[in-house]
Nanobody
Framework: VQLQASGGGLAQPGDSLTLSCVTS????????VGWFRQAPGKEREFVAT???????TRYGDSVKGRFTVTRDNTNTAYLRLNNLKPEDTAVYYC?????????????????WGQGTQVTVSS
């Protein structure tokens, strides 16, 4: 599975962004997708995950109520970032696992895309 993340950029506090993760190589419904982020000097952190069917989603505590993960029926997963805060500044990664069920653990994912930078600053 190949993954390509995009949509990052510079935003002001309170703004919104939508990240996209385009996948290829396997039928899209066969795997769950996760989003993680890594801020400078910090470990990579779980952000959100969505099951292969799209019926189950989970979020990290720091983004609950502000971020939304979705997926379409073809090959793309999305992460909508609302009410952005400076502490959301990080490189955001999408990942896929060889199961339809979700996982919040980094080692639960088999395939990773390159990151996309999100910077929140006034």
């Amino acid at each position: 599975v190949q993954l390509q993340a995009s949509g990052g950029g510079l935003a002001q506090p309170g703004d919104s962004l939508t990240l996209s993760c385009v996948t290829s190589g396997r039928p899209f419904s066969g795997f769950a997708v996760g989003w993680f982020r890594q801020a400078p000097g910090k470990e990579r952190e779980f952000v959100a995950t969505i099951s292969g069917s799209g019926s189950t989603t989970r979020y990290g505590d720091s983004v609950k109520g502000r971020f939304t993960v979705t997926r379409d029926n073809t090959n793309t997963a999305y992460l909508r970032l609302n009410n952005l805060k400076p502490e959301d500044t990080a490189v955001y990664y999408c990942a896929a696992r060889s199961f339809r069920a979700t996982s919040e653990a980094e080692n639960g994912y088999d395939y990773w895309g390159q990151g996309t930078q999100v910077t929140v600053s006034s």
